[in-house]
C-alpha cells in the first residue's frame, strides 16, 4: 500500500474489515482485519486508534468518495439543484448497496443512534453545505438564511431517508427513488425560487416610500 494515498490506505482497511464483518456475521477482531487486507495488525494501528474506528471510517468515506466523483464530472454542474441533491442521495446508498449486509445490521445503531457526532453525518453535512451553496441557480433570500443549522437538518433527514432506503422492498426500490424526487424538489424549489425575492423587493419598495407603516419602528 506504499504507492497509496493516505485516505486509499484507510478505505482499503475499511474495505476489508467490512467484508470481514460480512463472513463473521459480527464485528471481527484486529487479526481478522489484517488478515483479509494482508496486512500486518501494525499497518491498522497506524492509521487507526482501534477496531470501531476503522467501521467509522468506512461510512465517513461515503460522502467523501462521492466528492471524488463529481470533481470528474464536466456535467455536473449543468444539473439542477434537485438533481445534485438526488444524484448524491442515490449514489451513496448504491454504494451502501454493495456492503448491504454489513449496513443493515449496524447503520442504526453505529450512525444513526449516534447522529449528534458520527463523523457520516458530518461529512454528509459538510458535503449538502457544499452542494447547495456553489449552486448558481439558488435565490437571494435563500443565501441569507442558509445557516449551519440547515445543513445539518439536512443530513439528519438523510438519515431517514436512508432507513427508509433499507425497508424498501418495492421493485428497484421505485417509494425511494419517489421519495428523494418529492423531498430534494420540495428543497430545490424553497432554495431557487424567486417569488419570495420579488415579494421582498416589493414590500422594501412599499417602505422606502412610505406606502406601508410597520408600528414602533421608524425609517433612520
Keep these: 500500500m506504499e504507492n497509496l494515498s493516505e485516505f486509499e490506505q484507510k478505505l482499503f482497511i475499511a ?26 495488525p501494525s499497518g491498522i494501528y ?3 486508534p482501534n477496531v470501531p474506528s476503522v467501521f467509522n471510517f468506512w461510512y465517513e468515506s461515503l460522502p467523501q468518495r462521492y466528492r471524488l466523483m463529481i470533481a470528474e464530472l ?48 458530518k461529512e454528509n453535512e459538510a458535503l449538502l453545505k457544499e452542494i447547495i451553496s456553489t449552486h448558481q441557480g439558488l ?12 445543513y ?24 425511494t427513488m419517489a421519495l428523494l424526487d418529492t423531498f430534494n424538489g420540495l428543497v430545490s424549489e424553497l432554495m431557487t425560487n424567486r417569488i419570495i425575492d420579488k ?12 406606502l406601508i407603516k410597520i408600528p414602533f419602528v421608524s425609517k433612520k
Design 199 to 210: 415579494g421582498t423587493d416589493l414590500a422594501r419598495f412599499f417602505w422606502d416610500e412610505g
Design 46 to 48: 497506524a492509521l487507526f
Design 139 to 150: 435565490s437571494r433570500t435563500a443565501q441569507i438564511v442558509l445557516w449551519d443549522d440547515v
Design 74 to 121: 464536466d456535467e455536473y454542474s449543468e444539473l439542477t439543484l434537485s438533481e445534485k441533491l438526488t444524484n448524491m442521495m442515490l449514489t451513496i446508498t448504491d454504494m451502501m448497496e454493495d456492503q448491504l449486509p454489513f449496513v443493515r445490521a449496524t447503520f442504526n445503531p453505529m450512525v444513526f443512534k449516534n447522529q449528534s457526532w458520527h463523523p457520516f453525518c
Design 152 to 175: 445539518a437538518f439536512l443530513s439528519k433527514e438523510f438519515l431517514h431517508v436512508i432507513k427508509f432506503w433499507m425497508r424498501d422492498t418495492s421493485p428497484d426500490r421505485q417509494k
Design 15 to 40: 474495505t476489508a474489515a467490512v467484508q470481514a464483518w460480512e463472513v463473521r456475521g459480527e464485528q471481527p477482531g484486529l487479526f481478522e482485519i489484517a488478515e483479509t487486507a494482508g496486512i500486518p
